[in-house]
């Protein structure tokens, strides 16, 4: 590999912008969720297109004016508590509490109660056995239970009263005026648009996207990238990892059919390509 080859290839990271996007970038502020120790580049993300239908053409941009304020009377209503009302005379009720009492009259005991049954008579007398004739009387022994006397009665807890409790606030109203000076303030216009119809162009939208840093493009890095885009159906021209408009032009054409940021040369169109 000659050495106009190796050092086209290393400079890879820094011309395939320019190659791809036609002319340097400007100024763009940085991508704010940049991770330290990888690169970062601006790729077209989506081009430049014509809709038919209605459209939007932009007749003036949003902007920030200043504008100055002139000085001007506030006024509000402010309250101020300058005392009480008479005090005012609560009668507050009585606290009862409800209490039950049971007294004993009589414990629980064990007696004798009398029942009365029906006698049996014997159907066939026996011999030598005088015959008793049955009293129906029978004694079963059986728990009296106890006897109680239940009552219930109020217990004052705290007897009614009348109590002096402080007036309500007094508060005196007024209106307050407050002189405020003069300022300049900034306020943001938005944008204007007038509606159209007919057809509409859609502008290139581009944003940052991690690139490959320029030591990472190595000629045989570009001879594997030359030889996929060949796998693919893209001429990139002979992988021998020379950096040529072909093999750009190749690698643009692939970003565009798969819907890559075009630009650069991206881990995400590396990852495509089957070389990360």
């Given at each position: ?66 504008r ?11 309250r ?12 507050v ?19 004798w ?135 750009f ?26 070389l990360?």
């Amino acid at each position: 590999m000659s050495n106009n080859s190796a050092k086209a290839a290393a400079a890879l990271a820094l011309t395939l912008s320019a190659c791809l996007a036609g002319g340097a970038h400007g100024q763009e502020a940085p991508p704010p969720d940049g991770v330290p120790g990888r690169c970062y580049g601006r790729v077209q993300l989506a081009p430049a297109t014509v809709r038919e239908g209605a459209g939007r053409v932009l007749v003036s941009p949003a902007r920030v004016e200043r504008r100055r304020v002139p000085a001007h009377d506030v006024w509000t209503v402010r309250r101020t508590l300058v005392g009480l009302g008479p005090p005012v005379r609560v009668a507050v009720p009585a606290v009862w509490r409800l209490e039950t009492r049971r007294t004993l009259l009589a414990p629980a005991r064990v007696v004798w109660r009398r029942k009365a049954q029906p006698g049996f008579a014997y159907d066939v007398p026996r011999p030598g056995v005088q015959a008793l004739e049955p009293t129906g009387e029978v004694l079963c022994r059986v728990v009296q239970p106890a006897r109680w006397r239940v009552e219930h009665r109020r217990v004052l807890l705290r007897p009614a009263r009348v109590e002096l409790r402080p007036g309500r606030p007094l508060y005196r109203i007024e209106r307050v005026r407050t002189r405020v000076a003069a300022r300049v303030e900034l306020v943001r216009i938005p944008a204007v648009w007038r509606e159209t119809a007919g057809l509409a162009r859609v502008q290139a939208r581009a944003g940052w996207a991690e690139v490959l840093c320029q030591g990472a493009v190595t000629p045989a890095f570009l001879a594997r990238v030359q030889a996929s885009l060949l796998a693919r159906g893209y001429d990139p021209g002979a992988p021998d990892g020379a950096a040529r408009a072909e093999t750009f032009a190749a690698l643009r054409r692939f970003q565009h059919d798969r819907g890559l940021g075009e630009g650069q040369l991206t881990v995400e169109t590396a990852r495509a390509l089957g070389l990360l």
